[in-house]
């Protein structure tokens, strides 16, 4: 997509960019979750299938927020969520992210914003990608099949 957006003049606004939370500091050094426990949201499970069975592990993963807590300590004290963000945000194709919030229970506006004023070093995203690279993230389309197609 990047390839359309940049030949059209078209930014993305893009979702999922926390993986429903799991992306955030509460999950570093956590136990992978039991999907079914009843601590996790339906669509916290939609992303842990992801995580483990798709992407990667459980243990990879949290290789992935372990650079992102390294980078965000370099960069001011920021959260995992918040390198997460700005990770997404610093492709040219994207305009804007959506940020799952909700009301009474999981509301993070002073957190969230500092994913903005400040962009990540090339050797930041050199970190993240030498994770991101472990993965299969490039390659999970074959997996999951195209845009959506885990609602069908």
Known sequence: MSDVCAKHGLKLLTYGTLCGGF????????????????????????YLDMIVNAWGSWELFQSLLLVLRRIGDKHGGRSVSNIATRWVLDHPFVGAVIIGARLGLSEHPDDNSKASGFHLTDGDRAQIEAILEQSNGRRIITTIGDCGAEYR
């Open 23 to 46: 992306l955030a500091d509460k999950w570093l050094g956590q136990p992978e979750p039991e999907a079914y426990s009843g601590d996790l949201t339906p669509s916290q499970r939609k």
